[in-house]
């Protein structure tokens, strides 16, 4: 993938991930009290879909300017941590330590989310990643920028 096209692409995720708060935002301005169990569905897939389209950016980071990317059972925490590891002579970091963190959390939830049944999903256990996800979703796009400055983004 050329640097026009990496750039493209990145646009594009960013803008899904634009969509994503949006989305969440509306989930959120509906809930009274406690969402019912459609809702933290909703929500669920929200979060889910959240941390695939950062992975989708780090993928396509991974295979255009790293030229390697990780495979095998632990793949989506490795890429996570390739991302915020900086490649000599290749690359600064992409991510920050506290950015990291915060991602890791959202990683965490994809794993479960995709191996429970959304019935099993508690609403206590989502609020935080609900709360932080607009602020997760300014630091991704913001750190992006920032290692991007040389005129890619």
């Not at 992975?55 to 059972?73: C, H, N, Q, T, V």
Request: glycine content about 4%; hydrophobic content about 40%; overall charge negative.
């Amino acid at each position: 993938m050329d640097k026009k096209d990496l750039e493209n692409n990145i646009r594009v995720e960013l803008e899904n991930l634009e969509r994503l708060a949006v989305e969440m935002k509306k989930i959120k301005s509906r809930i009274i009290d406690e969402p019912d169990f459609v809702e933290i569905r909703a929500i669920g897939g929200i979060l889910h879909d959240f941390y695939c389209c950062v992975e989708k950016i780090f993928e396509r980071i991974a295979l255009s300017i790293d030229g390697k990317m990780p495979y095998g059972e632990d793949s989506h925490s490795r890429l996570l941590l390739q991302m915020a590891s900086p490649i000599e002579s290749i690359r600064k970091e992409v991510i920050s330590p506290g950015l990291f963190r915060e991602l890791k959390r959202y990683l965490r939830f994809r794993h479960l989310f995709r191996h429970i049944y959304g019935f099993e999903l508690i609403w206590i256990q989502l609020i935080d990643l609900v709360d932080s996800l607009d602020e997760v979703k300014n630091k991704v796009q913001s750190e992006l920028n920032d290692f991007f400055s040389n005129g890619l983004l």
